[in-house]
């Protein structure tokens, strides 16, 4: 993994093929982390980190840059243990946020937890994950709007002054702020 960024970005990009990522991907260097997610709800429109735009430029690969996010404004609420095992990941867990057009996420357990502390009986729709290289695979709850962050962390830290705080800091305060890329 390279050296983090002290500004963070994330970028919204087409590509001509597909297939032209998977085989770029493959050919970079291991050290690389290089991710790039579909962003919900579109036919062809990508999100990556700083670290993938650089190795897809050392590779030549050709793409269509659209819209340009400031990763700092996408907030990430990790557990004690995401927290551990995540804080190098800081860029591919907000980019994943950003596909599912999310202004911040929360870690809310791992998989296999017998309770997770949640009720999906309305769906999976707002959840999403993401496995870590030490091989948890850890369930991110998605936000779209700062209240909706504050009442479910309320109820599922039954009000934990940090959890509530960290809600009331998250710097958009809905999807309406972020980048459009059309």
């Known amino acids: 993994m390279a050296t983090r960024r002290m500004i963070s970005r994330l970028y919204y990009f ?33 999100v990556m980190t700083s670290e993938t735009r650089d190795a897809l430029d050392r590779a030549d690969v050709p793409y269509n840059l659209l819209a340009e996010e400031d ?14 095992e995540l ?3 800081e860029e591919p867990l907000k980019a994943l946020a950003l596909a599912y057009r999310a202004i911040a996420m929360a870690c809310v357990g791992v998989n296999g937890e017998s309770d997770l502390g949640f009720d999906l009986s309305e769906g999976m729709r707002n959840y999403t994950y993401f496995t870590a290289p030490a091989g948890h695979t850890f369930i ?23 959890a509530l705080e960290w809600a009331e800091a998250i710097p958009m305060e809905s999807v309406v702020e972020l980048k459009g890329f059309h």
């Open 14 to 46: 087409t590509i001509e093929d597909e297939g032209i990522l998977a085989e770029s991907f493959a050919g970079l260097d291991s050290e690389t982390f290089a991710i790039a997610y579909k962003v919900e709800d579109t036919d062809d429109v990508f």
């Open 71 to 84: 990763g700092s404004r996408v907030a990430l609420y990790h557990s004690p243990l995401s927290r551990e």
């Open 87 to 89: 804080s190098d990941f």
């Open 140 to 162: 991110w709850r998605l936000f779209t709007h700062r209240d909706e962050a504050r009442q479910f962390l309320d109820k599922l830290t039954i009000g934990d002054k940090t």
